[in-house]
């Protein structure tokens, strides 16, 4: 069963094409990554899916309910999350504090320092519970904004996973990242998003080979292929579009 789909997706930027008929369709369940060369329409897709871009043609449908061009505040609602290539926390607040923002978001509480402080109780063992599985407890009282690059973008993932989304959006999860860190995140995404459906922008080839179970590949603006991993490797378009180039 598909989750999401686009269908006859066009995009354009003043009159520059950018995307032409993409047609994608994830299934429940799956981590399915988007890759392509610099320039090929990733981001564009990524943001006409989660409601930054509206498409200048063509639908994109969420459980079987047309979402095209909803907003991202009401894409959230309906158990889309995303997190972003450029961290988007809130770099004053402490680690703790963002995270507790999305627990509060996900049980529809809005947090005001009058609220009873019992009443909060269960919110801050949910919040220190994610920052145990996030390895982050250490940083639980540390401004997100002096946090390491590769500990700041930890904690955006986490953003994106912890409201409990029926469709994770990543974008870019390890850019900027060290081999190190890049390790240390792909098994934090494996180990979170397990059994979850996964659309995952990425460059990274060891990255997406790695995690993806499907694999989609735009090319100037289409569709080139789609499917499993191996499927991918052999493919000799796929190869001479952007594999190859990965290479050089």
């Given amino acids: 069963m598909n989750i ?3 269908k006859g997706l066009y995009h354009d930027f003043k009159g520059l094409k950018v995307l032409f008929d993409i047609n994608l369709q994830v ?3 799956e981590r399915h990554a988007v890759i392509g060369p610099n ?3 990733k981001t564009t897709l990524f943001n006409l899916i989660t409601g930054t871009y509206s498409p200048s043609r063509g639908r ?7 979402i095209t061009g909803e907003r991202p505040h009401e894409l959230r609602r309906l158990g889309m999350g995303r997190s972003f290539q450029i961290t988007s926390t809130f770099d004053r607040m402490t680690t703790f504090q963002n995270v507790r923002l999305a627990v509060l978001s996900k049980r529809g509480i809005r947090f005001n320092f009058f609220r009873r402080l019992e009443n909060m109780h269960e919110v801050t063992r949910e919040t220190d519970d994610i920052l145990k599985r996030i390895n982050l407890s250490a940083e639980r009282d540390m401004p997100a904004g002096v946090l390491s690059y590769g500990k700041h973008r930890t904690l955006e993932i ?4 912890a409201t409990e989304p029926d469709l994770i959006m990543l974008d870019e999860p390890t850019a900027g990242m060290s081999s190190e860190e890049t390790h240390t995140s792909v098994e934090l995404v494996r180990r979170l998003t397990e059994g979850k ?4 922008i990425e460059h990274d080839m060891d990255v997406v080979f790695s ?3 499907r694999i989609t590949v735009l090319h100037l603006g289409e569709i080139l292929a789609t499917g499993t991993p191996e499927e991918i490797r052999l493919n000799q378009a796929v190869k001479r579009a952007y594999l ?4 050089e």
């Fill in 158 to 161: 986490s953003l994106a996973l």
């Fill in 60 to 66: 994109v449908i969420f459980r079987n309910r047309d």
């Fill in 27 to 29: 299934k429940e369940g």
């Fill in 211 to 213: 995690l993806a179970d």
């Fill in 197 to 200: 459906t996964v659309v995952i």
């Fill in 244 to 247: 190859g180039e990965a290479k």
């Fill in 4 to 6: 999401l789909e686009t």
């Fill in 39 to 41: 320039g090929a329409g």
